[in-house]
């Protein structure tokens, strides 16, 4: 998201070293002799590196231009060499944002003396990351196990959003404090995101703690709090983004008063928000229809059927703008010029979609959200800055379809992966926005059906017809258009590696369906030996647990519910008997949470195996961690049983 500047006077600094200029973090040379001499962390023994002590304070510095200014104190034990990297400290800053006062110090015990290395001024350095971000960065010299290193310096910022305190990290800590000094003409809701609770809260008034020329003097609301004993944060696998699990204390903007006691408002209602999206977000670019009548080929406008019609032009901009990788468009975004220029952001592109079908008469809305990676949306404070990500909903003979045009892959109403986070906000400037879940519209699923038969040589080979559909289909039809045949083929075998492709036939893949078909030879299954031995799960096999912990600390979220499908069939090759077969057998997670359904069909020599499978929500509680443990090793252990067939 762009940031809310709040502009008070023009700054012009420079990075900088020298003296905490009335810094109100600890000075430099907290370090201890206990802290060099600890070999590991109590707590933690398995912890590579400790945060000892980490110290914020947020207030406004009017001997700096009144930006806001948070000082920031930091001390690091490092137990193993894997965790040098944290010598390395590296702050992004946006548009006017300064970091000054710089000070380092590394901490060793050396022939049974402490020794200080101070970081040089040299050793800073300052890149562009983009043309609204840089980045500054500094690396603490002679690092090795056992040495502690500390640091302090200093941020302004003429923005009023101000960024959130992680009192948690991918490393233990054990003390993290944050002091906000909020002046009584800047409001904010302050929230707690944590697994526990705090150690240290209090706020109070505190008087005269800013003094405005020609105006006076003005009060300060404080906030601190503080944690203790923090537990290292572990990303699981199939959980939403870290973000919203860390333990953090997070500023919410309100409104701001100036000293000619103009109120600005941030976010008030949901109502304000819509607005500010409108506006300051989506550029004021919602109302360019008229452009798009006059641009759009008119072949595809005079469609009369809407479905028809709203697909046609879905397509036509999918295979005409590419997608730049970006959600947000750090310039201003002008939809004539993405249509032009055929490229574009996800905010570029959507919008262009929404303007191209509001040309087209179809019923359509914006989506605001935020991606998996980005977090979930609060709604207990109206905000605008969780949102990342615009989709198009159009409505059709009262049917809902979302639809995002940066995926050359996707078809009519399908959404990426990375949208699936819970709810977006529907954009209606007319009437009133809501609310909405976004879901996939199709099910994801897997069919496999499989022949395996003996020819006349004594060779096992099988007839496979493969049918995908969702998010399933989604990856099999990227992978269909980006390669060769050749190069898909090779692919197919490397991860199949008892399979040889004698024959390979894509009879779908434009609509929400994937089918294939192969003829495949199993040179490991011959009838050459008097016992043949092996799994009827040729294709498409589970072949290790997903979930390999004995603990899980966070939910676990999938994105989707998904059903996988088997119906092999096996006919015995001449002069053989069965000797050995699976037995059938059905497994369920509790809460109608999954089931497989495990079948074996004997017809003389021949069998036939039905398996299915299907993990019927996308969300699961930690508490239900083991019972998707077991589901998985439950597949694992009957896709890998045998058949065993002896010559009579």
């Excluded at 970091?99 to 970081?119: M, P, Q, V």
Aim: glycine fraction near 4%; charged fraction near 30%; proline fraction near 3%.
């Amino acid at each position: 998201m762009k940031k809310i500047k709040l502009i008070l006077l023009i700054i012009i600094s420079s990075i900088s070293v020298y003296a905490q200029k009335n810094s109100k973090t600890p000075k430099l040379g907290q370090t201890t002799n206990e802290e060099l001499s600890m070999k590991f962390y109590e707590k933690d023994s398995t912890a590579r590196a400790l945060v000892l002590e980490e110290k914020g304070y947020i207030w406004v510095d009017r001997k700096n231009k009144y930006d806001f200014r948070t000082d920031i104190y930091k001390r690091v034990k490092i137990f193993d060499k894997s965790e040098i990297d944290l010598a390395t400290i590296k702050v992004n800053l946006f548009g006017e944002e300064k970091i000054k006062f710089i000070k380092a110090i590394t901490y060793n015990i050396e022939d049974g003396r402490t020794t200080e290395i101070h970081l040089l001024e040299n050793k800073i350095y300052k890149k562009k990351l983009s043309e609204k971000w840089q980045q500054v960065s500094f690396t603490l010299p002679n690092i090795k196990e056992g040495s502690v290193i500390e640091y302090s310096y200093s941020l302004f910022s003429p923005y009023f959003k101000l960024d959130d305190w992680n009192l948690q990290a991918n490393i233990p800590k054990l003390k993290s404090d944050i002091v906000a000094e909020i002046p009584g003409n800047y409001k904010y809701n302050l929230r707690l995101q944590a697994y526990k609770t705090l150690d240290r809260e209090r706020s109070y008034v505190k008087r005269s703690c800013i003094l405005y020329p020609g105006i006076g003097e003005g009060d300060c609301v404080v906030y601190e709090y503080g944690m203790d004993d923090i537990r290292a944060f572990i990303k699981e696998d199939f959980m939403l983004s870290p973000k919203n699990y860390l333990a953090k204390i997070i500023f919410e903007p309100v409104s701001f008063t100036n000293l000619k006691g103009v109120k600005k408002t941030y976010t008030q209602t949901w109502e304000d928000a819509d607005k500010t999206l409108r506006t300051n977000f989506f550029d004021g670019q919602t109302s360019k229809a008229s452009f798009f009548k006059k641009n759009l080929p008119s072949e595809i406008l005079n469609i009369i059927d809407d479905k028809e019609r709203a697909t046609s032009i879905y397509n036509f901009l999918q295979e005409r703008l590419v997608w730049n990788n970006n959600y947000w468009s750090q310039n201003k975004i002008r939809v004539k010029q993405v249509y032009q220029e055929k490229s574009g952001g996800v905010d570029g592109i959507n919008l262009t979609l929404y303007n191209a079908l509001k040309a087209a008469n179809i019923e359509s809305y914006l989506v605001a959200l935020s991606t998996r990676e980005n977090g979930t949306i609060t709604k207990l404070f109206p905000s605008v800055t969780d949102f990342n990500y615009v989709l198009v909903n159009v409505i059709i003979n009262n049917e809902s379809y979302l639809l995002d045009a940066t995926e050359k892959n996707l078809t009519f109403g399908e959404i990426p992966y990375r949208c699936l986070n819970g709810e977006g906000r529907v954009l209606d400037f007319e009437k009133e926005s809501y609310w909405e879940e976004i879901i996939p519209k199709f099910k994801t699923s897997l069919r496999n059906r499989i022949k395996i038969q003996f020819n006349e040589s004594n060779e096992a080979f099988a007839d496979i017809t493969r049918e995908t559909k969702g998010y399933y289909a989604f990856n099999e039809r990227r992978k269909l258009n980006s390669k060769s045949e050749e190069k898909y083929l090779e692919d197919f075998e490397t991860k199949n590696p008892d399979l040889e492709v004698e024959k390979f036939e894509v009879i779908s893949k434009k609509d929400q369906t994937v089918k294939t078909s192969y003829t495949v030879t199993l040179p490991e299954i011959t009838t050459l030996q008097k016992t043949i031995r092996f799994s009827p799960f040729i294709l498409d096999k589970y072949k290790e647990n997903p979930f390999k912990y004995n603990q899980r600390h966070y939910p676990i979220d999938l994105g989707y519910e998904w059903s996988d499908s088997y119906t092999i069939f096996v006919s015995a090759p001449d002069g053989y008997q069965l000797l050995k077969i699976p037995l059938s057998k059905n497994f369920k997670i509790p809460y109608n949470g999954g089931e497989i359904i495990y079948k074996v069909q004997r017809s003389g020599e021949n069998l036939k195996i039905l398996m299915d499978i299907k993990l019927n929500r996308n969300k699961y509680n930690n508490t239900e961690y083991h019972n998707l443990k077991k589901f998985f090793q439950e597949i694992i252990n009957l896709q890998d049983s045998f058949i065993e067939y002896s010559k009579e």
